[in-house]
């Protein structure tokens, strides 16, 4: 069975910091790009960074540049979003996509509250 589950979210203050965990099973995540979205109450899902299937490019959305990294271990099927400096505005529910063009897939979600 194909699945991605995220994990990781949670309450944080303001300033803090995250890791979000997005593992794999039912395929290998090696020849996909990995993308992170999230999606606020009342708004349109929102791509927030990708990176490519050998980790050799990366992008990020303006708003959160400098503040997130993506990462990826293809040998443990996981591709992991850390973000610092959280802001409320990040609140969110965060979503893993696996992206290989003719196929994606997408996980459950995990949800980041950042309020003091």
């Known amino acids: 069975q194909v699945q991605l589950v995220e994990s990781g979210g949670g309450l944080v203050q303001p300033g803090g910091s995250l890791r979000l965990s997005c593992a794999a099973s039912?395929?290998?995540?090696?020849?996909?790009?990995m993308k992170w979205y999230r999606q606020a109450p009342g708004k349109e899902r929102e791509l927030v960074a990708s990176?490519?299937?050998?980790?050799?490019?990366?992008i990020y959305s303006d708003s959160v540049k400098g503040r997130f990294t993506i990462s990826r271990d293809n040998t443990q099927n996981r591709v992991y979003l850390q973000m610092n400096s959280l802001k409320p505005e990040d609140t969110a529910l965060y979503y893993c996509?696996?992206?290989?063009?003719?196929?994606?897939?997408w996980g459950q979600g995990t949800q980041v509250t950042v309020s003091s």
């Open positions: 996509n696996a992206d290989a063009t003719i196929r994606e897939f």
């Open positions: 039912g395929f290998r995540l090696s020849a996909y790009t």
């Open positions: 990176i490519t299937p050998a980790s050799t490019r990366t």
